[in-house]
């Protein structure tokens, strides 16, 4: 195959990566100033074949839960921020999350992940109960939780209850960019203090970011790898930002789908064995967006099995999916529609014990 010589010097760093070698900022600041299409057309392959070898044509399903649409903070992206008066507020009780979970499990899914804003109403206890229930009643299977950014205590209690995963997805590194995404009583060191504690607790812990968010660069973009490199989560959340009605970026660019994907690619490079969604927000963007993320590298697919009168209050962002492929009414269909592309559904719990 013939590359030329932005292809070539995107190779050689890409391959650097996959043989377990740190990039340099300014490696990922160039990766990251490519072109999205002349990325993907170098690091797509090399990601899903990595992707391939590690778990096979098989993607993991989790199935999620959005357990309360209440929130504190005022992220300035986010639709269910506090003062998004148009926000449609709801809370699941136990036992609708436990019916939910009954559901799910009769399916055959065997990871649970209860979604929610910061919701002064979800106390430790009761977020613990939950969680003690769940594993109590359904053997073997494995318990996520985000619930945003609590205190060591909090985790801990949440990690003795048996939860195994909890997602925190960082959103960007860059302490200005961090600024402009949200209010001032939110900082970036708080964001990455709580990761750093979820790792320490031994929780497989997700981080991530949007692509395309109101002020990110490349620059920007490269802090994000150096502190994935740094972290090494067992997860990561990457999906395009999209416009939510009544917040200050309502009219606001959406993200790229391309620039997306070839984040999922990278990451995926970065992390052979780390558990990468094809995000609801990527397939909200794109109808093939599922396929493509799976094929950029992504192992992971997240079906909606909230209550479904409650899924379209669950608004983070305009239009997003809630239903068809991206709800477990969809099952069948998504399983055809990974079988055209050669994949299947992988039933296991899936746990990601060390990215690389
Ligand atoms: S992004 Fe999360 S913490 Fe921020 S307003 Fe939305 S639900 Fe709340």
New binding site residues.
């Given amino acids: 195959m013939f590359f030329n010589g932005e292809e070539s010097r995107l190779r050689s760093l890409l391959e650097k990566l996959d043989s377990g070698v740190k990039l340099y900022r300014e490696e990922f600041a160039c990766l990251m100033s490519a072109e999205p299409s002349v990325l993907n057309a170098v690091a797509s392959d090399m990601a899903g074949d990595i992707a391939r070898r590690t778990f096979g044509r098989r993607v993991f399903l989790r199935g999620l839960i959005e357990i309360s649409?209440f929130?504190?903070?005022?992220?300035l992206?986010?639709?269910?921020?506090?003062s998004n008066k148009d926000a449609q507020r709801y809370r699941l009780s136990r036992e609708e999350i436990l019916e939910r979970c009954e559901a799910g499990y009769e399916l055959g899914l065997r990871t649970f992940v209860l979604q929610?804003?910061?919701d002064l109403a979800l106390t430790d206890e009761w977020v613990a109960d939950v969680v003690r229930e769940i594993k109590k009643r359904f053997a073997g299977v494995a318990v996520t939780l985000s619930l945003?950014?609590r205190d060591k205590v909090s985790y801990r209690r949440f990690k003795d209850a048996g939860a195994d995963r909890y997602l925190l997805r960082h959103?960007t590194y860059n302490a200005e960019h961090y600024a402009r995404l949200?209010p001032q009583t939110?900082s970036r060191d708080a964001r990455v203090a709580c990761l750093h504690t979820l790792k320490r607790l031994g929780f497989q812990t997700g981080a991530g970011m949007m692509i395309g968010s109101p002020g990110q660069t490349p620059a920007t973009l490269a802090d994000d790898l150096m502190f994935l490199q740094e972290l090494r989560p067992e997860m990561v959340g990457i999906g395009p930002f999209i416009p939510a009605h009544g917040t200050p970026f309502e009219h606001e660019p959406k993200g790229s789908v391309e620039r997306t994907l070839s984040l999922i690619s990278v990451v995926r490079i970065m992390f052979p064995r780390a558990n990468i969604p094809a995000t609801t927000a990527l397939a909200t963007l794109d109808a093939k967006g599922r396929e493509k993320g799976i094929m950029a590298g992504a192992n992971v697919l997240m079906p909606n099995i909230s209550p479904k009168e409650q899924r379209a209050k669950y608004s983070?962002y305009d239009n997003k999916a809630n239903t068809g492929l991206e709800s477990i009414e969809g099952l069948e269909e998504l399983k055809e529609r990974l079988a055209a592309i050669d994949y299947t559904v992988d039933w296991g719990r899936g746990d990601c014990l060390d990215p690389r």
Wanted: aromatic share 4%; charged share 30%; hydrophobic share 20%.
């Fill in positions: 649409s929130c504190k903070n005022d992220c992206y986010c639709g269910l921020r506090a929610g804003g910061e945003g950014e959103e949200h939110m983070i």
